[in-house]
Structure formats: structure tokens, C-alpha cells
């Protein structure tokens, strides 16, 4: 996970909602967004009760300028999508990651719903209830992603070496930038689950939807798995904390 001073709030409920949720607890791994020390964040998100790994943004940027990706650093500055996409990465180099958004409340066990990992190259993510893409990035790719399913990269599951380099996305990234857009992340991670695991949570997994979005009467939590809260029903995200959790 990736969090600030701006999405803390949310970060820590998201936790929250995991630690009452899921059987078993994951080795947690939450990165600053560079708007606040690793240590006050450690401080802050101390409730955790399983393992907490806590790192400063600074350390995913020197890990990828080490190796020459000087488009992904750029998009980094310039869009916090780009900062997700980086981290993310960055440790699926070092072993199987499962990204998960501040935005997103669990509500019984996920740990069933995971696929079984192995060092390999590995990207699937969640369907979305609308197909929102980047059109550059599809021309790039030369891939219909609209045709193909709605993805969503609220949830990742990545894994694998040279990913970046395999799909030449510094090449990708240096013709969209500046001009990101709030989809080229998720637009890119699609593409890339395309060849590999594509969508591994269905909606009936990960809610994604808005028929509540003027809703004041909580979301009825029984047989639901976990809800993604995407930016057109983000203010739901509080009621739902505050009468589910």
C-alpha cells in the first residue's frame, strides 16, 4: 500500500477492515508517498497487529534510478499513479506482491480468494463495473483493452523481473508524458494482465459499483467480500466504515 498525509485516514481504516477480515494476516507493506516521514507513518499505523514493513518513497525512487528508468521517475513527479506504479514495480521484483488501494473495505476473508504465486512473471487484477482506459497507452500496445473486459487496479496481484523492460514501458511513458491521464496506470497494468492472469476478481468478489452513490443507509455487508469505493462513490467509503467496521 502507498499512503500520505492526504490519504491516511482511509489507509488506516483499509487496514482496519483486513485485520477484523482475513484469517490469516499478510506481511504488511506500506509505502510514504513522500509527503511524510517512514517513521511518523510507522507511528501511525503502529495499531497492526501482524507484521509491518514500512518504507520512504525515496527508496523505490533510488531503486529505479539505479536502473535507468528515468520515464517512470518522471511520471512519478508528476502523478501519484505514477508513485503506485513504481513501488508496485519495484518489490514485484524482489517477490510476489498483492497491491492494495487506500480506497478499498474488506469484509470477510480474502485470503480464499488468492491464487497460488510462484516467482514468475504474474499480473491479474479486478473487474471493474466500467471500462475506463488511456487511449495512448492502447495504441502504444495496439491492444483493444475495451473489447477485451473492465479492469480495475485497485487490486493487483504482480510478480516478476523486468517487467518494465519486457514491455518497454520506458519507451511507452516518455512518448505519453507529461500528458498522463487518471487511467495510463491502470491502462498499463491492463495490458500486462492481458498476457498473463488478466482479471482474477470478479465484481461478485470486489464490489464495484454506483446505484448508492446518493445512499445515506450503509451497504448490507453479508456475502460481501470486499468493496472497492472508486472516486465517483469515494465519500461512501466513510459510511460504510463507520457502520460496517
Known amino acids: 500500500m502507498m499512503t500520505g498525509r492526504h490519504h491516511l485516514g482511509m489507509t488506516r481504516l483499509a487496514m482496519l477492515s483486513i485485520a477484523n477480515s ?23 499505523l503502529s495499531f497492526w497487529p501482524g507484521k509491518l514493513d514500512v518504507y520512504a518513497w525515496e527508496e523505490t525512487s533510488v531503486y529505479h ?3 535507468g528508468r528515468r ?10 499513479f ?26 470477510d476473508d480474502f485470503i480464499k480468494h488468492l491464487p497460488a504465486t ?11 463495473f466500467t471500462a475506463a482506459y488511456h487511449q495512448p497507452v ?13 479492469f480495475n487496479a485497485g487490486i493487483l496481484l504482480v510478480s516478476g523481473t523486468g517487467i518494465y523492460e519486457d514491455f518497454g514501458l ?24 492481458s498476457q498473463s492472469l488478466g ?11 454506483n446505484d448508492d452513490n446518493q445512499s445515506l443507509v450503509p451497504m448490507r455487508v453479508n456475502g460481501v467480500i470486499a468493496r472497492h469505493y472508486t472516486t465517483n462513490v469515494r465519500h461512501l467509503f466513510w459510511r460504510d466504515a463507520f457502520f460496517n467496521l
Open 22 to 44: 482475513w484469517k490469516k494476516l499478510p506481511r504488511l507493506m506500506v509505502s510514504t508517498d513522500g509527503s511524510m516521514s517512514a517513521a511518523a507513518l510507522k507511528k501511525k
Open 65 to 67: 534510478a539505479a536502473r
Open 71 to 80: 520515464a517512470l521517475l518522471n511520471y512519478a513527479k508528476a502523478h501519484p
Open 82 to 107: 505514477g508513485k503506485k506504479m513504481a513501488l508496485i514495480l519495484h518489490y514485484a521484483e524482489l517477490g510476489p506482491v498483492l497491491w492494495v488501494d487506500s480506497d478499498i473495505l474488506f469484509f
Open 118 to 128: 510462484g516467482k514468475g512473471f504474474a499480473c491479474g487484477g479486478t473487474e471493474d
Open 138 to 150: 492502447l495504441q502504444w500496445f495496439n491492444n483493444d483493452l475495451f473489447a477485451r473486459y473492465k
Open 170 to 193: 520506458e519507451g511507452l511513458l516518455d512518448s505519453i508524458g507529461p500528458d498522463y491521464d487518471f487511467c495510463t496506470e491502470q491502462s498499463i497494468f491492463a495490458h500486462i494482465a
Open 199 to 209: 482479471i482474477l476478481w470478479s465484481r461478485d468478489v470486489v464490489r464495484s459499483f
